[in-house]
């Protein structure tokens, strides 16, 4: 039998040619996306469209197009990082389904891992970058996980947002815990009016090419959420 001699390609220098190939300033967004059983349906369908809408409209920035990079983690009875960070023009939107409980709090730290570990290689290659984003959208409120791992997902984002290592930002969908929510996050969460995950991705691609095109250091006024009830 012929002995096979492809290896698997190594992460460290698939970054250093991406980097050296494109050495602009990085602006990593993590959409954390609750694809538990009561996103069945319509929201998930809603959903799905809605992170096509997002890339199709990250590229037509050809700054945010070289920039922004997006990572997928999505939680229910399972954490899943559905795409690791990726340029617009390498992002494919999943197609996403929804079963199970949600596991909020552990997603909440896969997140803030994947943030931790997307530094470290930006630093190793010498690459600047902006604050990074967590976009997570949810229609309910932790279930089936310890509350122990929930209220330290929390600390630890408050801890994070601090030390301004992060800007996290939770959408809750219709029927949506906002207390609880509001509870685990710094920021204020925002209600989507309806199914409007379309307009709210409009938004969010253009609040990140408005990131992008400012420097790193610079604070960034976002456009009003239309898509949001106050």
């Not at 954490?79 to 997603?107: H, N, S």
């Not at 408050?158 to 906002?178: L, Q």
């Amino acid at each position: 039998m012929a002995e096979d001699n492809t290896t698997a390609p190594n992460p460290e220098l698939a970054d250093a040619i991406e980097f050296a190939e494109n050495p602009e300033p990085r602006c990593p967004c993590v959409l954390l996306l609750d694809t538990s059983a009561s996103m069945q349906g319509e929201p998930i369908e809603a959903l799905n469209q809605g992170l096509v809408t997002f890339r199709e409209q990250l590229l037509k920035d050809p700054m945010a197009s070289r920039r922004v990079e997006v990572a997928v983690v999505t939680f229910d009875n399972e954490i899943r990082v559905v795409q690791d960070f990726v340029t617009p023009d390498r992002f494919e939107p999943p197609r996403l389904t929804a079963q199970g409980q949600t596991f909020m709090g552990g997603a909440i730290q896969k997140a803030l891992d994947l943030i931790q570990e997307r530094k470290q290689q930006y630093r190793a290659n010498g690459i600047a970058y902006y604050r990074p984003w967590v976009f997570m959208i949810t229609d309910g409120a932790p279930q089936g996980e310890p509350e122990s791992v929930v209220q330290a997902a929390a600390q630890r984002l408050k801890h994070d947002e601090a030390a301004k290592r992060v800007a996290f930002f939770a959408v809750g969908v219709e029927g949506a815990d906002m207390e609880t929510l509001a509870s685990l996050v710094v920021r204020t969460p925002v209600k989507l009016k309806g199914l409007n995950f379309a307009e709210m991705f409009v938004w969010l691609s253009r609040s990140m090419e408005a990131v992008a095109q400012s420097r790193t250091d610079e604070q960034v006024a976002l456009p009003p959420p239309g898509w949001a009830q106050v």
